[in-house]
């Protein structure tokens, strides 16, 4: 079956742009989760969503937002960027939430200049 | 591809080795436990999993072993290869809670 997608996979944004960015899961995964990844700070959750409610969330600014619809995709959105916002975000999908495997897609790796 | 990180601990082993990588994670109270692959360019994948009412889980080619008493994870992949070179993640989770990561282990495996 076809795995999680993103896109774009590559964006070029600068300061106080924003941008929205897109994930498809696995078909039959209600659950979509968002994490930020840089090589300072790691792998850091941001926000999942479960039938398009937002379960959990990070610790990230009001900035970072989400959304999903009710055909599980879901969409995230960082508004007024910052140069360091620029980092790969990845989408992971699963059938129930964090609590099982999680399926990762390819991420996005947004520039901000 | 992209750097997942610049300052990450490195394991070096030679093919056919044994590789054994640690993970000492943060919250006594979580109770699922997950080891991801990341190659470069790509998301984390799946290793191996462990829940914990558990000490020990096997897969192919890997073993997963839990201390709850130290909060220690490890690793154990069995007959090492060039293709298991990759940055190694730990992550646990409390039920529906988000996934926290550890901050990765590079393996390199020469030939």
């Keep these: ?25 696995i078909s039959g995964h209600r659950s979509v989760s968002w994490y930020q990844q840089t ?9 999942e969503y479960f039938s398009e409610t937002q379960r959990n969330k990070g610790n990230f600014p009001g900035r970072f937002s989400g959304r999903q619809f009710s055909n599980s995709r879901s969409e995230m959105n960082v508004s007024t960027l910052e140069l360091g916002d620029s980092a790969l975000y990845l989408c992971a999908s699963s059938l129930r939430g964090p609590d099982n495997e999680q399926f990762f897609g390819p991420g996005t790796r947004l520039t901000v200049l | 591809g992209e750097s997942v990180g610049l300052h990450l601990p490195t394991l070096s082993v030679q093919e056919g080795d044994n590789s054994i990588i640690n993970c000492a994670y943060s ?13 470069s ?6 290793i191996i999993d462990i829940r914990s009412n558990m000490d020990k889980r096997q897969g192919q080619r890997v073993t997963v072993l839990l201390n709850k008493t130290v909060k220690h994870l490890s690793l154990q992949i ?25 901050t990765g282990t590079r393996l390199l495996v020469s030939p």
């Excluded at chain 1, 079956?1 to 899961?25: D, E, F, N």
């Excluded at chain 2, 360019?41 to 799946?46: D, T």
């Design chain 2, 27 to 39: 919250n006594s109270a979580s109770d699922y436990f997950i080891w991801y692959k990341q190659e």
């Design chain 2, 78 to 102: 069995a007959a090492t290869q060039p293709g298991d070179s990759a940055v190694y993640f730990c992550a646990e989770t409390l039920g529906f809670q988000k996934l926290v990561f550890g």
């Design chain 1, 1 to 25: 079956k076809a795995g999680v997608t993103q896109t774009p996979r590559y964006l070029i944004k600068t300061r106080g742009q924003q941008v929205t960015l897109s994930c498809s899961p």
């Design chain 1, 39 to 47: 090589p300072g700070q790691g792998l850091q959750f941001l926000f």
């Design chain 2, 41 to 46: 360019g790509k998301g984390p994948q799946f």
